[in-house]
């Protein structure tokens, strides 16, 4: 008798784990769920747009900054010059043109008076003269408009809100036109990547309601949605090798791997106690039927 209470006890106890297993398992399938998610957001890489050497840093390392707030500045010195320069240029220029037109206007009234006192050959001239004048006033007010605009590049600013990382430099550190100084982290473009089992893919559609869970959140789950699916991934393999063969890893022929497809999760609101970083871990459950 004793034996049969075991046995049946043994029996109900596997019974009752092959239930909840199976329900684990139609959850999984029903829901597909990944532990292979991660935090993006925009990173923009803050690139000067002027040679020059650093003079003032208005921002530390991981500072919360707003758009439009001042973050560095570049010495204006050789700037100023041009502007100067070309400024000067730009008034010789019209003083010139001035010149020419009133020398055009003699040369044209004389003319129409009397042909004789004037050949056609000198109004040509003085015509020609004074129309080349006007375009070097165009050109000289291009070169000054240049020159302005080369020194307000010296003043760099926050074209998002979001915060700052990794200054890797320093007043006097020499800044390089379109080589990136420093990243801004864009705090409102946030969203979570899934990396999905192929094989699970065809279950997840845009538009499906999804749960994220934060490693550090981990009893504060998010809610979203499915914004987009990946359409491809690169391959290690078929990269060129030697003498431009394709590269081939050796895989074992038993063993299929399932590829990783990412899909694009936009967060619902989120709660104060979150904060999002890039690159945190996410674990993403799609929710087909709750």
């Known amino acids: 008798m004793k034996k049969i209470i075991k046995l049946s006890l043994t029996f109900a106890i596997f019974a009752i784990a092959a239930f909840f297993a199976y329900g684990k398992y139609v959850k999984y399938t029903n829901n597909p769920w990944t532990r292979d998610g991660q935090v993006r957001t925009q990173v923009i890489q803050v690139t000067p747009r002027v040679n020059g050497m650093v003079t003032k840093i208005h921002v530390k390392d991981n500072q919360k900054v707003k758009k439009g707030d001042l973050l560095f500045e570049i010495d204006p010195s050789q700037y100023q010059v041009k ?3 070309a400024t000067a240029r730009l008034q010789r220029t019209i003083e010139s043109a001035k010149g020419k037109k009133i020398e055009f206007d003699r040369v044209k009234n004389i003319y129409t008076k009397d042909k004789g006192a004037v050949s056609q050959k000198d109004l040509v001239r003085n015509e020609t003269n004074y129309y080349t004048s006007l375009a070097d006033i165009e ?3 291009e070169q000054v408009n240049t020159a302005k605009l080369n020194l307000s590049y010296t003043k760099v600013f926050a074209e998002v809100d979001g915060y700052v990382s990794n200054i890797n430099f320093q007043i006097g550190s020499q800044a390089t036109a379109n080589k990136p100084i420093l990243a801004l982290v864009d705090e409102n473009s946030y969203w979570v990547f899934g990396f999905f089992r192929e094989d699970a893919i065809p279950n997840v559609k845009i538009g499906d309601e999804a749960k994220v869970t934060l490693l550090a959140y981990p009893n504060t789950p998010l809610s979203g949605k499915v914004e987009s699916i990946a359409w491809g ?3 290690s393999d078929g990269n060129p090798g030697n003498n431009l063969l394709p ?3 050796p895989v074992f022929q038993w063993i ?4 990783r497809i990412p899909v694009r999760i936009k967060l619902d ?5 979150v904060k999002l970083r890039f690159g945190l871990t996410a674990s993403v459950m799609i929710l087909k039927h709750k």
Do not use: F, Y
């Open 83 to 85: 502007l100067k320069l």
């Open 139 to 141: 050109s000289s007010e």
């Open 233 to 235: 991934i690169a391959h």
């Open 247 to 249: 590269s081939v890893k």
């Open 256 to 259: 299929r791997l399932a590829q």
């Open 269 to 273: 609101k989120l709660p104060e106690n």
